[in-house]
């Protein structure tokens, strides 16, 4: 009803997890374009299911990525790969978990991030930033305070 009587553009999906969810929206004609986070999705897999139902209802994607360079990284190259990809939205303020997580953060060019082309993901893990960031649960969080009084 909101798309009916509106005229802004819907979007959902930056907290939706796994296809039913954005299925929901989709097969009731509920959204103009569907933005799914491959961290909080399913993954990459799930992705893939997600947008080909997308596809099949002609709704484009645009990719909502604020979290680590990990899901970064998957998420330019689903952009990449992806005929009904329109947009990919990146979030421009410092994070630690994308600047530092990987070796080699990504660079925004002339507006655009490209894929790598090495093998996989096409990352590398900065392992400092591994031990940094690491959770090892409330015991190792009770250590690290203590380490750091």
Known sequence: MLRER???PIAVGENLHMT?????????GAVDFIQPDVARAGGITEIRKITALAAKHQVPVSFHTWGDGV????SVHLS???QDCIVMELDYTYNPLREE????PFQVQNGYLAPSDKPGLGIE?????IERF??????GLAIRQKTLH
């Open 101 to 104: 997580l990987l070796v080699e």
């Open 80 to 82: 990449a790969a992806l």
């Open 125 to 129: 893990l900065n392992p400092a930033a």
């Open 134 to 139: 690491a959770f090892a649960g409330s015991e």
């Open 6 to 8: 509106g005229n802004t």
């Open 20 to 28: 039913y969810a954005f299925e929901n929206f989709i097969l009731r």
């Open 71 to 74: 899901a970064l990284a998957a």
